[in-house]
């Protein structure tokens, strides 16, 4: 059974930091692309960004460039995204999600990051 499960969310101030983390299990991770998205409040989910399956490659939204990174552990089934110095505007719930080439795709529950002062 497919299963991802996103921690690391929670409130922070303008300016800090914060690392999430969603650990795969129930299928080959290190198969298989990588995705985060996220649903800003009264917002359609968007791509926040890609990493390949071994991690050789990462695409970030323009908007999270040089203050986002990912990154993953293959070896150890999980897949993070490094969030710096955090604005209010990317208060949303971050999700993990892949998908597969029959056209499956799965996604974790999300973990809240909520950005104020």
């Known amino acids: 059974q497919v299963q991802l499960v996103e921690s690391g969310g929670g409130l922070v101030q303008p300016g800090e930091s914060l690392r999430l983390s969603c650990t795969a299990s129930?299928?080959?991770?290190?198969?298989?692309?990588m995705f985060w998205y996220r649903q800003r409040p009264g917002q359609e989910r968007e791509r926040v960004g890609f990493?390949?399956?071994?991690?050789?490659?990462?695409t970030l939204l323009d908007s999270v460039k040089g203050r986002f990174t990912i990154s993953r552990e293959n070896r150890n089934n999980i897949l993070f995204l490094q969030m710096n110095d955090l604005r209010p505007n990317d208060t949303a719930v971050y999700f993990c999600?892949?998908?597969?080439?029959?056209?499956?795709?799965?996604w974790g529950q999300g973990t809240q990051v909520a950005v104020s002062s």
């Open positions: 999600h892949f998908r597969v080439s029959d056209g499956s795709t799965y």
């Open positions: 129930g299928f080959t991770f290190g198969d298989y692309g």
């Open positions: 990493i390949t399956p071994d991690g050789d490659r990462v």
